[in-house]
């Protein structure tokens, strides 16, 4: 399944189907490499894809970068892991009282065209059958966040993102840009479930523990699958002079998924109908955002 993308590409000048043949969901090819993800998925909830955008499509997706970068929201708050507000009934140093610098920005989804590379490739219908197949998930939906589906992260030098969950069970992470320095991926798999916050495993990495934490350092052109909502995760803080960019793509184990008024607020500095009318509505696992 190739075909053009609406900015005149074939999806095989922006990924290398050689290497990565998500386009032939009935080859050998496929099967073994939906398997290899979804071994390493199982493992730790997250897998690499190195070198998934060919160079023709990292150039794309770095100039589509580059373009919509200064339209980011910038934003430098204290945010606790869930996005929420503090909590003074509870004990001072538990996990919802912890508050950390986040100093990053994001382009929300509003502001890419429908011709644009990063758009463009989300919007494929080749690709979301891969990921749910990855993610051993029964059905996959779109996340229906008009300002969330399709993001790019923006990390200037001297800006982190700090410790957090996501809103939606799923990201695809495509990086577009390196840091020169910092700006390394970390993780920790599976830190909470449907059932349980497991308050006491976040606050012990928060106080420092580095036992549960994995780190990854991402090259430009590579594709990470990663279950955001489960392993709590952050970026280190970017050094040097260039910008750190990533793509993100969301996805939802639920139909008709949207950020909390809080989150959407912090991050893209404003809010929607769609975001209010969805706040009364609670999350079919019962976890904070």
């Known amino acids: 399944m190739t075909g ?20 032939a969901p009935s080859s050998e090819g496929y099967a073994i490499l939906v398997t290899d993800c979804r071994r390493r998925i199982d493992d730790i909830g997250c897998c690499t894809l190195q070198g998934f955008l060919t160079g023709n499509g990292l150039q794309a997706m770095r100039e589509d970068s580059i373009r ?5 929201y910038h934003s430098k708050q204290w945010t606790n892991v869930y996005f929420g507000l503090d909590d003074e009934d509870l004990p001072k140093r538990h996990p919802i009282r912890l508050f950390f610098d986040r100093t990053s920005a994001f382009v929300p989804a509003d502001q890419f065209s429908e011709t644009s590379t990063i758009r463009a490739l989300y919007e494929w219908p080749g690709l979301m059958p ?6 051993g998930e029964p059905v996959l939906y779109k996340y229906a966040d008009p300002l969330a589906d399709v993001i790019l992260n923006v990390l200037n030098p001297g800006e982190e993102f700090p410790w957090h969950f996501d809103t939606n069970e799923f990201s695809i992470s495509i990086m577009t840009q390196k840091a020169e320095e910092g700006g390394l991926f970390e993780f920790c798999p599976n830190l909470r479930d449907p059932q349980d916050e497991n308050y006491g495993g976040v606050g012990a ?10 780190t990854l350092d991402m090259a430009p052109g590579d594709l990470q699958i990663f279950k955001s909502r489960f392993s709590m995760h952050r970026v280190t803080r970017v050094s040097g002079a260039r910008s750190r960019y990533m793509a993100i793509y969301a996805y939802a184990g639920e139909p008709d998924m949207v950020g909390r008024v809080e989150r959407t607020r912090q991050l893209y500095g404003k809010v929607l109908p769609v975001h209010l009318e969805a706040e009364a509505r609670r999350r079919a696992d019962g976890l904070l955002d």
Do not use: I, K, M, N
Request: proline share 10%.
């Open 130 to 135: 891969f990921f749910q197949d990855c993610l």
């Open 4 to 23: 053009d993308l609406p900015t005149g590409h074939d999806v095989g000048d922006l990924v290398r189907l050689d290497r990565y043949p998500v386009h």
């Open 68 to 72: 919509v970068a200064p339209s980011a």
């Open 205 to 214: 990495v928060l106080e420092g523990d580095r036992g549960p934490v994995r």
